[in-house]
């Protein structure tokens, strides 16, 4: 508790000191691509990871402080030709299609006229509990770092192998509540047509890429962008990598694939992105449990996760 007390007191002092507005003058010719993943009921009871499920009252509270100083555009805007804008631009995300990111969050999102990108892994899709959430402890609210090694070398990141080979340490974990479960096919179209998002691809199980051979890796980029092509218009030519993590090898599949990929690397994004890095363009992981204070620093580029 005294440690997170002394950070968001520091965030506090940050903020008071005018931090974030000399980070957004100081990176007022770049941009920052935000990361969420499931946005829960308010007074939803805690389960799972409890870091990707983020209540929907602060959700909103973070759409007000990000549209007070920057522009919202979608992600292919983002990387057209412009103008130098006059504030700094921010890109939304979602990854996984949590169904409370569909019902909750694209309606916050829909209020105060901002697009969204829905990165979704088609093999996960319909009202299932991710393995990470059937992982985490019910005390901590988090899965522990051997587990979760585990399911992500030996399992490969993929929901079927972890839940086969780690479902007893996964014994007695309550029920993932319908909210923070995947969304049906279904619900995903329901959200195409009334909101302004759009769908990229996660691959298609949502594996640990560089644990898989390369034609492996080959068969998730391409199974699931072309699953995706098939059923939404237009999908984007993007990728956001599972986990966030991937190796040049990765890479450069990647770059035969889709036009560019995003990373979880906490950074906010250089002024000018080139062919050579557009396939390793950084996000910032928003956590549940971030304060405003600490959103507000690292839209502004002033601190890193």
């Excluded at 009252?57 to 057209?80: C, I, K, N, P, Y």
């Excluded at 974990?173 to 909210?179: A, F, G, L, S």
């Excluded at 062919?275 to 390793?280: L, V, Y």
């Amino acid at each position: 508790m005294l440690p997170r007390l002394g950070k968001r007191a520091a965030e506090r002092l940050l903020v008071t000191a005018g931090g974030p507005k000399f980070g957004r003058w100081w990176h007022r010719h770049r941009a920052v691509i935000l990361a969420y993943h499931n946005i829960v009921p308010d007074g939803a009871g805690a389960c799972g990871d409890r870091s990707l499920h983020l209540p929907r009252a602060r959700f909103a509270e973070q759409l007000d402080r990000l549209s007070a100083t920057h522009d919202v555009v979608t992600l292919e805007d983002l990387f057209q030709p412009h103008r130098q804008p006059e504030r700094p631009r921010a890109v939304i995300t979602f990854d996984d299609a949590y169904r409370g990111s569909l019902e909750y969050g694209l309606v916050e999102l829909s209020r105060r006229g901002m697009p969204a990108t829905v990165f979704v892994a088609p093999g996960l899709l319909g009202d299932r509990a991710f393995w990470w959430d059937l992982l985490a402890s019910p005390m901590s609210g988090e899965v522990p770092a051997e587990l979760r090694d585990r399911a992500l070398t030996s399992a490969h990141g993929l929901q079927d192998q972890v839940l086969e080979s780690l479902i007893p340490e996964a014994s007695g974990v309550e029920r993932v509540p319908p909210h923070s479960r995947s969304a049906t096919e279904a619900e995903l179209h329901a959200a195409v047509r009334r909101y302004d998002v759009s769908i990229g691809s996660h691959t298609w199980s949502h594996a640990n890429l560089t644990a898989l051979d390369e034609q492996a890796v080959s068969q998730e980029l391409r199974r699931s962008h072309g699953w995706l092509a098939e059923r939404f218009a237009p999908v984007v030519p993007w990728l956001a990598y599972p986990y966030g993590i991937f190796s040049e090898a990765v890479e450069r599949q990647a770059r035969e694939s889709c036009e560019g990929a995003l990373s979880l690397a906490g950074r906010i994004v250089p002024a000018s992105v080139g062919p050579e890095d557009r396939h390793r363009v950084p996000r910032i992981n928003i956590p549940a449990g971030m304060s405003l204070d600490g959103f507000e620093l690292r839209i502004s580029g002033v601190v890193r996760p």
